[in-house]
């Protein structure tokens, strides 16, 4: 403890000694950590990443905070960040002994930007298989900046809390994991779609149900029969 009860400085180097000791015991106890790994300043490197971060530093409600989390995934100290259906679970090393518990909660996408976001991917089925190969097709990168389709969550779809002391909305290890999310994007792209709890197999059926209805109509015949999954997948060459 350093003067006046203020945590005691610690240099960069310092820290990351620190995260690495605070990694290796929790590896231990914990073989299947997923810690978020930076090298050099830059914490995202693809269109995925960058552009979570971007979208986060946007946010007015986020601007004094945000900025907070940075030098901690830089120097490592996101020991464990793992994404499931809408929930981000990680351990993040602090000026603390123990690394602190940080929960996040994202909502998932409403039935109406969800039906907005099927009816623009019907169009674009070719763009779409890109994107589940783990590409990033131009065509669809409106579906992530247009707020319309609000694929990338807003201050209000994102719920957060850290076993920390820090009294402040947003504390520096919560703002660290929102980075990592960037980090972890870059790394799987379809990590997103569980992010927002959405069934990426699911958004391709409902999107080739919506073409074969139009082709369908288009050609003055009615279908009142739902499609079968292996028989759209037979059809639009799908494995």
């Not at 945590?7 to 310092?14: D, R």
């Not at 990694?23 to 693809?46: C, F, H, Q, S, V």
């Not at 409106?142 to 707020?147: G, N, P, S, W």
């Amino acid at each position: 403890m350093g003067y006046y009860g203020f945590p005691k400085y610690e240099s960069v180097a310092e820290k990351k000694e620190k995260a690495i000791r605070a990694y290796e015991k929790l590896k231990k106890k914990n073989p299947d950590i997923e810690p978020i790994i930076i090298e050099g300043r830059t914490i995202a490197k693809n269109w995925w990443g960058k552009s979570w971060n971007s979208n986060l530093e946007s946010y007015a409600d986020y601007s004094n905070r945000i900025a907070r989390g940075k030098s901690y995934v830089r120097n490592n100290s996101v020991l464990d960040l793992k994404i499931t259906k809408g929930i981000v679970k990680a351990k993040v090393q602090g000026s603390g002994s123990k690394p602190y518990e940080v929960n996040i909660t994202i909502d998932a996408l409403s039935s109406q930007k969800w039906a907005r976001v099927v009816e623009l991917c019907n169009h674009r089925i070719d763009s779409l298989e890109q994107l589940f190969e783990g590409k990033f097709p131009k065509a669809l990168e409106v579906l992530f900046i247009d707020k319309q389709y609000g694929m990338f969550p807003s201050p209000n779809e994102i719920h957060f809390n850290c076993s920390c002391p820090d009294w402040a909305y947003m504390c520096k290890h919560v703002a660290a994991v929102l980075y990592g999310i960037g980090a972890k994007l870059d790394q799987d792209p379809m990590l997103f779609f569980e992010l927002r709890n959405l069934d990426g197999q699911a958004l391709i059926q409902k999107s080739m149900e919506s073409r074969l209805e139009n082709m369908l109509k288009n050609a003055g015949k009615k279908s009142d029969r739902e499609i079968a999954e292996a028989d759209l997948s037979e059809l639009f060459g799908l494995e």
